[in-house]
């Protein structure tokens, strides 16, 4: 199995921009024949995100994109980072979050368990 990793660096805030450059990555990625395409954490928003996680028209903007994002994989997933929004309690969102992504759709999300308590947490 081929692992292409792509280690980019996205930029906090501009999930527009990130979306594209994992766009084309992946894109990238497959064409050198590649079995799975993994992001690093966070990937669409940037990190760390801070306090733009509480503005509600970035959480939809993330949903967008990761919708954007997912609809462009083939038969080679992608497992990509992000903050899901969180609609089962008060909290805006999961600290963080996975998807994979595989034919134009999302087939699984993953959230992270062992989340950090200590120093800058």
């Not at 084309?24 to 497959?30: C, G, H, P, R, V």
């Not at 028209?57 to 993330?62: E, M």
């Not at 089962?88 to 699984?108: R, Y």
Request: charge should be negative; proline fraction near 7%.
């Amino acid at each position: 199995m081929r692992i292409g990793i792509a280690q980019l660096n996205p930029t906090v805030g501009d999930v527009t921009g990130n979306l594209a450059l994992a766009i084309d990555a992946y894109e990238q990625l497959i064409g050198q024949g590649v079995d799975l395409v993994v992001y690093p954490e966070l990937f669409l928003c940037g990190y760390p995100p801070r306090d733009l996680l509480l503005k509600e028209k970035f959480g939809d903007d993330l949903k967008d994109a990761l919708e954007v994002f997912a609809a462009t994989t083939g038969p080679v997933p992608a497992v990509i980072g992000f903050p899901e929004k969180n609609t089962h309690s008060k909290k805006h969102f999961f600290n963080n979050a996975a998807a994979w992504c595989e034919e134009g759709m999302v087939k699984k999300t993953f959230h992270k368990r062992l989340l950090p308590t200590y120093d800058v947490f």
